[in-house]
């Protein structure tokens, strides 16, 4: 099935947690000739032009919290992430512990505090668990990106990857809603629904037009959502000082 613009960004927004859902497209319900910000542009116009802006932008930060159908749980994230494939933020899975990501250069480095590994070793021994616990807890560790588990993890490190896959989505059902605020910048909703999927997109209405936050509301769930902030800001991802593991030679 054809995914629209808009769920087609929701999509690669959440592709770090491995969300997978599909959307159809309706029709666009906004006056033909809308007034105030992006005056003349139907929904899909507008999702456009934020598909542009923010595939284009040097860095964004995510933040939020989203599903991820392959655990059956959820992703907390917060990372900062540029055009460059670098990339540094925390991780935390059903909120059980935490999880430190850094790729710069040709490698990953990751740091787990001892509730995310215990909490991610269900099924194994004590043994093996404790092992890993004592090994790993609160220890930087790397991974050359020549390996597909480092691979996998630095997908979602590079803007472009997360975000540039969606050109070939259709906007058409995509409707303009109201104008709000979001943290404080102008912003105008975008709607679009495929069953008791729900997706509301905000889109900054001064400056550049760079989308500003997703929320995904599915039937009695929880709301996921995820916020785009701090563009063009550096990311600070610099190789960890001191001892690091070097998973690869283990």
Same mark, same amino acid.
Do not use: E, N
């Given at each position: 099935m054809r995914r629209t613009a808009l769920a087609a960004l929701c999509l690669a927004a959440a592709a &770090?947690? $491995?969300?997978? &859902? $599909?959307c159809q497209s309706g029709q666009d319900s906004a006056d033909s000739k809308p007034k105030g910000p992006f005056a003349g542009l139907s929904g899909g116009q507008i999702t456009e032009r934020a598909l542009k802006a923010t595939t284009g932008a040097p860095s964004v930060r995510l933040k939020g919290r989203i599903d991820d159908d392959e655990s059956k749980g959820t992703v907390d994230l917060d990372m900062a992430l540029n055009g460059k494939g670098e990339c540094a933020g925390t991780l935390s899975m059903n909120g059980q512990g935490k999880a430190d990501l850094i790729r710069t250069g040709s490698s990953v480095y990751m740091k787990y505090d001892e509730e995310f590994l215990r909490a991610q070793s269900e099924g194994e021994s004590k043994e093996d668990t404790d092992a890993a616990v004592d090994m790993l807890a609160g220890k930087w560790t790397k991974m050359a990106m020549k390996g597909q588990d480092a691979k /996998?993890? #630095?997908s979602f490190c590079d803007l472009n990857s997360v975000l540039g896959d969606v050109?070939? $989505? /259709?906007s058409a059902g995509?409707?303009?809603?109201?104008?709000?605020?979001? /943290? $404080?910048?102008? #912003?105008? #909703?975008?709607?679009e629904k495929d069953g008791k999927e729900r997706y509301t997109a905000y889109v900054a209405t001064e400056g550049k037009p760079y989308l500003l936050r997703i929320d995904i509301m599915s039937g009695a769930k929880k709301p996921e959502h995820l916020s785009f902030v701090e563009y063009g800001k550096p990311v600070p991802a610099q190789k960890p000082a001191g001892k690091i593991i070097d998973l690869d030679a283990l």
């Open positions: &770090t947690a $491995g969300l997978t &859902t $599909g /996998d993890l #630095a050109s070939d $989505g /259709d995509t409707t303009r809603g109201k104008t709000t605020r979001i /943290d $404080g910048v102008p #912003a105008i #909703a975008l709607h």
